[in-house]
């Protein structure tokens, strides 16, 4: 079955960095488009960052553009999100997620909490 696992989050102070890491399993993930969304409490899901099946294509919403990169390693199954310059704004929960033709699939979120 499809599995998304998400590792990586975790408490760091503005101004940080923090890596995410997505590895999936159950499906061909070297032909999908993955993608990260996020969840901050009290607010909807809200998308963040896209990349292409060959990596060669990013996409990201307008508030993290220049200081997250989103990045796939196909040999490993695995799509990262390298977030810099981390703000309190960006505490959320962090989601990996594929659109396949059986459904939509998401992880079960890895917690990022930015505060000092």
């Known amino acids: 079955q499809v599995q998304l696992v998400e590792s990586g989050g975790g408490l760091v102070q503005p101004g940080g960095s923090l890596r995410l890491s997505c590895a999936a399993s159950?499906?061909?993930?070297?032909?999908?488009?993955m993608y990260w969304y996020r969840q901050a409490p009290g607010k909807e899901r809200e998308w963040v960052a896209t990349?292409?099946?060959?990596?060669?294509?990013?996409k990201y919403t307008n508030s993290v553009k220049f200081r997250f990169t989103i990045s796939r390693d196909n040999a490993k199954n695995t799509v990262y999100l390298q977030m810099n310059s981390l703000k309190p704004e960006d505490t959320a929960v962090y989601y990996c997620?594929?659109?396949?033709?059986?459904?939509?699939?998401w992880g079960q979120g890895t917690q990022v909490t930015v505060s000092s």
């Open positions: 990349i292409a099946s060959s990596g060669d294509n990013t």
């Open positions: 159950g499906f061909t993930f070297s032909s999908q488009t």
């Open positions: 997620f594929v659109i396949l033709s059986t459904g939509r699939h």
